[in-house]
């Protein structure tokens, strides 16, 4: 994605708070999450390219997923190596 000079990014360093991890036993629960925020102004057509640039990100740092929020609507960008746990199957 080549950078436009519209494009705005805000970094608030320092945040940590505390999240539940359903993947990790309980006695390892709450895990301490240290988060950095960026915002970045990005045209309508170009919203696709940044979201496969936020995947291959979770991929780079060794991340689950990554919470991805456009317009007021969010979701979590997850990392395409890291397959969820399936449901047992019955049979």
């Known amino acids: 994605m080549q950078r436009s000079p519209k494009a705005v990014r805000k970094s608030l360093e320092g945040n940590e708070e505390c999240r539940i991890d359903k993947d990790r036993p ?22 696709e390219e940044l979201r496969k640039h936020v995947e291959r990100a979770t991929q780079e740092f060794g991340q689950k997923s990554i919470y991805f929020e456009r317009a007021g609507e969010a979701d979590f960008i997850r990392n395409p190596t890291l397959r969820p746990p399936r449901a047992p199957t019955r049979g």
Do not use: L, T
């Open 26 to 47: 309980a006695e390892e629960n709450p895990v301490q999450d240290h988060n950095n925020w960026y915002k970045f102004g990005v045209p309508p057509d170009k919203v």
